[in-house]
């Protein structure tokens, strides 16, 4: 017996009035997704509790069967691994964003205008040209689009230290703070207000920027390092079910949180964690995966990505996508031998913009699974389905009792 | 006000491929488990949490009220005390099978062939005669079929020890370990090693082999002990709840685990605790015993034994019989006073024949119960139900609310 956890980032949403009253998953209605529903043990899933509003990290944590309140150690440590950067004990590693100020060192948007990532690698690479206080050793990577992964190889370092990030355009920059008295937080806060200064001083400069600039688009004049994390401290999903695992996925964090679990990471050509993202080419090394493993985590970002940029229309595109690649698993894998989980990580209402509490909807397809009374995959429907409302932590012990791989408790 | 809790051990199932895709109790269904569903609030209910594949004897402290994560200690005291024995402190208790070796000391068998109850009697008498090094004090009493109980009287014994079992047949029967470097732990384990191999030679050339190997059928020709448990601490269900309990069951272990939770245990006539059991006379006791109790437990265990046999068909057929002594109750009781929950200890899909972690099915009914949309008694219809997905450590605190009988918190 084989599983396969397909985990859709921010799918969950709201009605949406552009939608006529409907979700994007309603609209955005496929047979394949019909299909699954129909012949899947249905329901919903806080990914963490009910009302706790879930990042992507802690949410994966505990779909992945990870308990994020033991096991969080800072997105940044995520992201690191996510990259292939190597994160020893007393490294502290940080999410950056390139975004774009004002001249009065405003954010006027946090991803520089959605930078290419072409563009963000040129300029990553010029900020190792930084040269920090004390010969202080640090390693920066880009990753996908804006975004990148700085490293503070320790020690002396602490992640007890506040974001250099806002919430909201609009507001300036803030300085990295300590979060406590130690000297550790103190000498971090520091250093990464160094190196946004001297970061700052790069990109006003820099080529990339004068053609963005005189090309009407924003510039990449700013790096804002956050999620301050630590390597984390997870037992492997091996040692604990006995399996082999593989992560099929674009963006860095997902492939961070699950090769901190020991999971396998296949590298997909691609695979680029956004919306032109290679599903298909992603659903091929699924189905190869299943091969070889005994479960494959398909990670999916589009749906996220659209909904952070409010698109309604391309999260319904995007959800179509899904549905047509499902297809393709569906045609392509032995449904008596193989257990299907689809769901998302937490909702990003689309008309909203940011992530929210409300619970995602979650299909697991099997043989001989207790299926029966959906027949559509979307928030509602699959809320009167026969799982009812399961936790994040529920899915992987649910998956590995399917697999025969869960121990007795008692005889 | 009364309750009557109905437990069918193992009822709960998946759809089976010999069913033509329905579970067993779809397959069986029957119009007073229809009535009951359609009178009652459905739910589903993990025994321990979803995830967690629960023994018979941690789902029955659960759903009796008792956190097996902190109560529970080993299967063979409940044993014990099921079979009516006393368990001091400092005693240790095994569940015991009788089984069928190969002359190279492999199982052959696990329940020697499913030995007749007055021939393990047999056995187990002749099996007194051993005497054990150090004038070990032991008592050694059979209970139903292959099943025994083995205690050894304290102090200087330890629970923290291996089985001498194997689940799968084909195994050599291993020895019994220390689990700590206890002093306790290891004279447990040479105990059990010296019971193991003199019980051997007794059982050898006992008469009652030499019949059945003269019949063809399989020896029990090895005694295995496993489950090591000791007298459990449970405060009792009168303390809790200030109510009478009754429990009226076939196998030693339920009536053990209850008697571990101060109800009084009925010994019916006829009820074995096998699929033959007289499940009419356990209901004119259930019905005699809700005329002097606030709260009867009827344990049925016919329902498990065909899943581990794999004997779907022979599960149908079960549940029918349930189902038809189930109208008898319905028909004696009086419905207006009486509060009926109908569910199942943990689910042994019958094609697999082993207990799984899927949830169970759960019916309460009760004159004023707000009942509505179920119209049959399976696992997919009543986790459409009014009770959603519920935990085994739910079921008292719920019957004990319809019994009036919960104090407020707060005010």
New interface residues.
């Given amino acids: 017996m084989k599983a396969l956890l397909i985990i859709c980032d921010g799918m969950g949403d709201r009605r949406c009035a552009s939608l006529g009253g409907r979700t994007p998953l309603e609209a955005g209605r496929m047979p394949s997704l019909d299909w699954l529903s129909s012949h899947a043990e249905c329901g919903i899933m806080d990914p963490i509790a009910p009302g706790v509003r879930a990042g992507s990290d802690t949410a994966h944590l505990a779909i992945l069967g990870y308990d994020p309140y033991k096991y969080y150690s800072g997105r940044g440590a995520y992201e690191a691994l996510g990259a292939g950067l190597t994160l020893n004990h007393g490294d502290v590693a940080f999410r950056c964003n390139f975004a774009s100020l004002d001249s009065q060192g405003r954010v006027v948007d946090r991803r520089a205008g959605r930078i290419s990532g072409e563009e963000a690698q040129v300029l990553t690479e010029a900020l190792q040209e930084n040269s920090l206080s004390n010969n202080v050793d640090f390693e920066l990577q880009h990753t996908v689009e804006h975004r990148s992964v700085l490293i503070l190889r320790g020690p002396g370092f602490s992640r007890n230290v506040s974001d250099v990030d806002v919430h909201n355009t609009g507001a300036t920059v803030p300085e990295c703070r300590p979060l406590d008295n130690s000297k550790e937080a103190r000498r971090t806060a520091n250093v990464i207000n160094e190196f946004v200064r001297s970061s700052s001083g790069i990109l006003e400069k820099h080529e990339v920027n004068s053609v963005r600039s005189s090309g009407g688009r924003m510039v990449a004049n700013a790096i804002l390092p956050r999620g301050a994390g630590v390597a984390p401290e997870l037992p492997s999903i091996t040692e604990k079910f006995g399996i082999k695992a593989v992560t099929i996925a674009g963006g860095a964090l997902y492939k961070g949180v699950s090769r901190a679990a020991g999971f396998e990471i296949v590298n997909v050509k691609g695979a680029t964690g956004t919306m032109d993202t290679n599903l298909e080419a992603k659903m091929m090394s699924t189905i190869e995966g299943l091969r070889r493993a005994d479960l494959v985590f398909l990670h999916v970002k589009g749906t996220d990505t659209a909904s952070h940029n409010k698109d309604v229309q391309g999260k319904v595109t995007m959800i179509r996508k899904i549905g047509k690649s499902l297809e393709y698993v569906l045609n392509h894998v032995d449904l008596n031998k193989t257990y299907i989980a689809l769901t998302a990580d937490h909702t990003t209402p689309a008309e909203i913009g940011e992530h929210s509490a409300d619970p995602v909807p979650i299909a697991i397809y099997g043989?001989?699974?207790?299926?029966?009374?959906t027949t559509q995959y979307d928030e509602a429907a699959c809320s009167?389905?026969?799982?009812?409302?399961?936790?994040g932590l529920?899915v992987?012990?649910?998956l590995?009792?399917y697999l025969?791989r869960?121990?007795?408790?008692?005889?």
């Fill in positions: 043989h001989d699974v207790r299926s029966g009374g009167r389905g026969a799982l009812g409302r399961i936790r529920d992987m012990p649910i590995m009792n025969g869960t121990e007795l408790f008692g005889e």
